[in-house]
């Protein structure tokens, strides 16, 4: 790391003693792990709980009614908790998502991720729902190839919650596979405490890595307000070397290493205040900015990468990548949210409204593309992204003292996009020679010596859903309990794009293009839950669950080279699963197994016109049918053993017919695999923990976590574009000391310097690639708690 960061980084390190958020790093866990204080709770508001015995003793809210364990709750869920995220130093979601059964992570760079449950994935928007919260933030891709999920680091979280199979009753349309919850703890109202952690390491390849966070609880009047802040700071060090760097002369630029960098600095406020026993109101904030260099994609040996005039031929090598222009992207985004809820003896009430705002800039080398059109210039394109999504509920759930109760509420969702996209010239050292023009004298075709606009357009694009939801639980008789949900969903959508500068420049005698207002678009759907849940006993509880889910329909964009649909229908499925949980001798072991069908049909995928220009279309049916099961035990009071796995069989039952694949030979067939779901994955964790001795208060931990991911298409197996992503196993080892106030740790990341295909990209436009997972990387942190 160059010198001048470390400044930055101490500043850091003080404002978080001084102003970041939280309590110590273990108290706050403590504090939270066993009562949710979320909103919807069942109590929600009790701040002096114990702490829970194990992970699947964890506190869960997903039900929206009341809160139960992880074994109690009749569903496939998953709970990590705010303490096992610290100890293992998990930063992002993608360190913990290989622990988390049937779940898996396509990954093409920072703010680039797409989460896959069950094996439902396709181009398109998000078939997950995520929530912050009760904030809405999952990832749309409505508009080009950026801007799928943003990563939002894990810190000072109280957990974080995976429910598996379709959520269309009280999470609605974006959560058709599942949900995935981040939950954020909330300020004590009684105890002043906090933390600060600090992290250093080395990555192979790569370079010297900083990570430091902190957080401050803070109480303001005793048990009526308190604030809690939060703030972190990371510094990756990129591992990717881009090897041809710019084109044409003076001298291309070359070799530029480790472009991948990750920067990101972060900080969340909380103020709780709670002005009667029965009312809480939790306002925060949260905001994120996270840049790069250039792009995480490279250029594997043996693979000769696409020609450039002006540069030698390039074949690809470890951890290079061989566009031939940078790549930047910047992701800022923020969180409004204000949640009040108001306990009776006969329910709660609950109001939330939350605003998330994301400006995204992407860019993507588009050389190889404009080649393939016939233009035979180098271009680098922008994406700007700016999204603002509301969501609001209102709802009650109910406690009454007899076998009936239920949660009822109301929904609504606004949503903004605007992407303007900018195709531009580049110069010989890989950025553009000049910012984007409507003129036509800076036409890159016209003057390809001088001008710097090859094509430019807008896309703005509005969205309103309104959705009214209910569940209701029928303790039928002693350990039965039935429940049936429903929800309807009402969504337009409207769309206005236009052309700032087509390619050539604009016909003589005129300097705009009308714009094109899309034809609005409506989308009505109910979802369906039906449950059974039969508690055998205390330590053995099975369940069936019949649900349905599904992804609302969108806009195309127009295309400037040939007529495409204007829109696409929404996609759909049933989900059938049952599953059992519970202990067995004497608590020593703890399991949930759960087996699931899944029915999915009119599958939003990525389609083409003769020219293969793509667009996003409806086409096929896919089946999908898995195992999943997590083992948690432990032999002796100081060995825990985890152990998580699923097992996914996900093929297309109806495919592409002859004539669909004479104009796009992309899409899938009858009986091919659906990509990137890999038909084995497991996790195992082991984690040794003992007193250093007798009379002192310090202990010591030995841990170890190994993930394995199954081979996997990365498009379907029928596409003279697929790549068979090799299975991997990913290694990771962690020793440490702790008492109250202090941890120090030492850890290897990827141990055996795995090259784990994560992710691939490939196709006549977009050159052969792939993502990887971080080199071995080694590092210490030092953790105080205050």
Not at 268 to 274: D, E, N, T
Request: proline share 5%.
């Amino acid at each position: 790391m160059k010198m001048k960061y470390l400044g930055n980084y101490c500043s850091i390190i003080a404002i978080s003693w001084l102003s970041l958020n939280s309590v110590s790093a273990r108290e706050i866990s403590r504090e939270n792990d066993a009562r949710s204080t979320e909103s919807g709770s069942q109590p929600a508001f009790d701040d002096t709980a114990d702490a829970p015995a194990s992970g699947n003793d964890i506190v869960v809210t997903a039900n929206k009614r009341q809160s139960t364990t992880v074994l109690k709750a009749p569903s496939a869920i998953q709970a990590i908790s705010g303490t096992d995220l610290l100890d293992q130093g998990a930063v992002s979601f993608e360190d913990v998502a290989g622990q988390v059964p049937g779940l898996a992570v396509q990954n093409l760079g920072p703010g680039d991720r797409k989460y896959v449950i069950r094996g439902v994935s396709s181009t398109g928007a998000s078939t997950t729902g995520v929530y912050y919260d009760e904030a809405v933030i999952s990832g749309s891709n409505a508009n080009d190839g950026g801007g799928l999920q943003s990563d939002i680091r894990l810190y000072d979280l109280e957990r974080i919650e995976v429910l598996r199979g379709p959520q269309g009753t009280l999470y609605g349309a974006g959560s058709m596979s599942g949900t995935i919850r981040f939950i954020t703890n909330k300020p004590n109202l009684d105890n002043f405490s906090g933390y600060v952690k600090g992290e250093i390491s080395t990555t192979r390849k790569g370079g010297e890595n900083y990570n430091i966070n902190g957080a401050l609880n803070l109480p303001i009047v005793e048990n009526k307000i308190a604030l809690r802040l939060v703030g972190w700071g990371v510094d990756d060090s990129g591992f990717v070397d881009q090897v041809r760097v710019g084109t044409g002369s003076p001298d291309p630029l070359g070799r530029v290493s480790n472009v991948n960098n990750d920067k990101v600095l972060g900080g969340r406020a909380i103020l709780r205040v709670k002005p009667v026993d029965d009312l809480t109101i939790d306002l925060s904030y949260t905001r994120q900015r996270q840049e790069s260099q250039g792009s995480s994609r490279y250029t594997p040996a043996g693979i000769t990468a696409y020609s450039v005039p002006g540069t030698p031929t390039t074949q690809g090598c470890d951890l290079c990548n061989t566009d031939v222009n940078l790549a930047p992207r910047k992701d800022n985004l923020e969180i409004f949210s204000a949640t009040a809820n108001y306990q009776t003896s006969f329910g709660t009430f609950t109001a939330t409204t939350n605003q998330f705002n994301r400006k995204f800039l992407y860019s993507i080398d588009t050389t190889a593309i404009l080649f393939q059109l016939g233009i035979p210039y180098p271009s680098l394109t922008y994406e700007y992204v700016d999204r603002k999504l509301n969501s609001s509920e209102l709802r009650f759930a109910s406690d009454f003292d007899f076998p009936v109760n239920f949660v009822v509420g109301g929904f609504r969702q606004g949503e903004t996009s605007n992407l303007e996209v900018n195709v531009l010239s580049t110069n010989s050292i890989g950025k553009p020679r000049g910012g984007f023009s409507t003129l036509n004298s800076m036409d890159a075709l016209l003057f390809p010596d001088t001008g710097s606009t090859f094509y430019g357009r807008t896309d703005r694009r509005k969205s309103v859903q309104y959705a009214a939801f209910g569940e209701v639980a029928w303790d039928v008789a002693s350990g039965l309990e039935l429940t049936a949900g429903i929800r309807y969903f009402h969504e337009t959508l409207n769309g206005v794009q236009q052309t700032l500068h087509p390619f050539g420049g604009f016909p003589d005698g005129e300097t705009s293009e009308p714009p094109v207002v899309n034809e609005e678009q409506s989308n009505s759907k109910l979802t369906y839950k039906f449950n059974a849940g039969y508690t055998v006993n205390t330590d053995l509880l099975i369940y069936a669950t019949v649900s349905s889910g599904f992804r609302s329909g969108g806009l195309n964009p127009p295309s400037p080279f040939a007529p495409i649909p204007p829109s696409f229908k929404s996609d759909n499925l049933w989900n059938y699963e049952f599953g059992i949980k519970g202990k067995l001798f004497g608590g020593g072991l703890e399991y949930q197994a759960d087996a699931f069908y899944i029915d999915w049909k009119g599958i939003q995928v990525q389609q083409a016109t003769p020219e293969a220009l793509p667009y996003l279309g409806n086409a096929g049916n896919a089946r999908i049918k898995g195992f999943e099961f997590e083992l948690v035990a432990r032999p002796t009071d100081s060995l825990t053993v985890n152990f998580a796995g699923s097992i996914q069989d996900a093929y297309l039952k109806e495919g592409a017919t002859p004539d669909q694949l004479a104009i796009n030979p992309t899409l899938g067939v009858s009986g091919d695999k659906l990509p990137d779901v890999a038909p084995f994955q497991f996790a195992v964790g082991l984690n040794y923990t003992t007193p250093l001795s007798s009379t002192s208060d310090w202990s010591a931990t030995l841990a170890a976590d190994v993930n394995y991911q199954g081979k996997r298409n990365a498009y379907f197996q029928n596409s003279p574009f697929n790549i068979e992503l090799k299975s991997y196993t990913l290694v990771d080892l962690r020793a440490s000391i702790s008492n109250d106030l202090w941890t120090v740790s030492v850890f290897a990341r990827n141990l055996t310097d795995k090259r784990a295909q994560l992710s691939a990209i490939n196709s006549a436009q977009d050159p052969y690639a792939l993502i990887t997972a971080r080199p071995r990387t080694f590092g210490l942190s030092v953790l105080r708690n205050f």
